[in-house]
Each structure stands twice: as C-alpha cells, then as structure tokens.
C-alpha cells in the first residue's frame, strides 16, 4: 500500500504537474516519488501514495478519466503505473529506462513512453506489456484530432495514415513542446521560436519569435480556437508568461505573468491552467479563479 498521509503544507514542495487536460484531475508531484491527486472542479484533495517518480523530464501523467497515474525514474525502476483511487501499483516495467516523455494515448488505451535510448514504446493501459515499438525515435505526440503522430529522432516528422509522412526542418537543436489542432500543428523549439504548421500541405501559417524566449508548454484549446504557450525568459533569468495565440492568425495575447519557472497543468481543453504553488488561472482572462494546494 502506497497511500500517504500527507498534510496540506507538505505540498509546496510540488515541482512537477500532469492534468487530464479534457477533465478535471491534477497530479501534483513533489522533488522525487510523493504524488498527490487533485479534483481541479471541487478544489478537493482526492489521495497521496508514493511512487517511483524522480525529477526531471516529462515522468507524471494522469489519465483523462482521473483512474490511473503513471510515474517513471531515469535510470533504475522503469515505469510504473498506479491507481488513484487505492494508491497502488498496478503494474511496472522495470526494464523500460531512460524514461524523458510520457502520456496518455487520447483514447487512454495505451501509455506513451518516450526514451533517451532512441525508442519510444506504447504500452497497454492493463498489464504495461508493449503495443508497440519505434525504433529510432525519441518522443511521439499523439494528435487528439485524428489519426496523425509527431515522431521525434534524426527528423521531425508528422505521420499519419496510408503511409502520410510530413517532415518538418529543425531550426534549432531540439523540439521543447508539441500539440496539435485538427489541422494543424504548433511546436517550439530550444532558444527558437513557435511555429504553426498545416499538416496537409506543410505550409506554415505562422510564427512567432522573441529573442531570450522560449516555450516551455503548448496545447490548444477547441473552446477557444487557441493555443496557449507557457513562455519561459531563459536568456534573462526571468519567469514566464502565459501566452494565447490565434490558432490561424498567430495574433498573440499575454494572458497572465507566472513570475515563476516551472510547469503548468491545463484543464478544461485549456480554459483553467493551474501553476506550481497551486493557483488556478482561467486562461481566457489571464484572471485567478481559486487556489489548491497553497489554501
């Protein structure tokens, strides 16, 4: 049994977030292994269990439908998946290393580890036996609007069905962040700017560039027609700001200075995103709309 019994004050050693984006669940991860889940809606504590967590990368997820959390460490215990509702593990694949990017497939079937061994896996949802492999690539982003994967390795690419290959020309060293819309897709890239890219014809649309700056997080909100950015001042030392962009025009809006560097959980399909001391931000007003785990 991994439940902790934790108190509220413990939580402002959080450093890492996962959400279920469409839902209402947060995972709030401290330094290394205490992960405690959150119910974004009702502002409630839900449960607290250790887990074999440890920092750095993207090693927390959360299922859309709040069930199960997923934890990984770099070097020694693989990845292992928990139930939020008992705190135990169910299962662990102790011999998947090197663990950098994880997360849910969109229909929460599989789980999607990526590696800096240069193999991504999907893993079942059920047992952690492996769905698939592929070779040579270390990150895959699943489009929440259809049948298309970003694959990350020598290239770039998008990939889709009948044999659809997109690639798209780094400009820097590596891709920081990923989402898709249904027609589209966004990244950003190390000490680069944001593009946004037409997957049919690989026109991009348009981009967005600030020397110093960098985004950290994408996603985009269907309710809005937007994507959100989580800008980090990296060249500066400063914190980051919460950025809105037009998902066809790039026109951008800064919605909320974070004064902090760190992650952000989007809930909502975007609407709430809820920063690291535990403020929840209605990302439309840029306004505060409740507090978590700093109440």
Known sequence: MHILNVKTEQTNRIRHLASSRFGDCVAA????????????????????????????GNRLAISSDGALCVAASFEKHGVACYSTDSGNELWRRADVHHSQHISFTKNDDGIIVGTDDNVSYILSRLDGRTVSTFEKIN?????????????????????????????????T???????????????????????????????????????????????YSQSGDAFFAVDFEYEFGGGCRLLRFGALTGKMDVVSHLNFQGEVAFCFDGSRAVTLSGDVIDSRTGLSVGHLWNE
């Not at 205490?34 to 967590?53: E, G, M, P, Q, Y």
């Open 173 to 219: 060293f590596s891709e920081l962040a990923v989402a898709f819309s249904p027609a589209h897709i966004c990244l950003s890239e190390s000490g680069g700017g944001i593009r946004c890219v037409e997957i049919e014809s690989g026109v991009e649309t348009w981009r967005h560039f600030q020397k110093g700056h960098h985004a950290l997080q994408l996603i």
């Open 29 to 56: 991860a401290e330094f290394e292994k205490h992960t405690h889940i959150w119910d974004a809606r009702k502002k409630r504590h839900v449960i607290s269990f250790a887990t074999i967590l440890d920092f750095g």
């Open 139 to 171: 990150r895959v982003v699943e489009s929440e609007w259809g049948a298309f994967l970003f694959q990350s390795g020598c290239q770039m690419r998008v990939t889709g069905l009948g044999g659809f290959v997109r690639v798209i020309p780094r400009l």
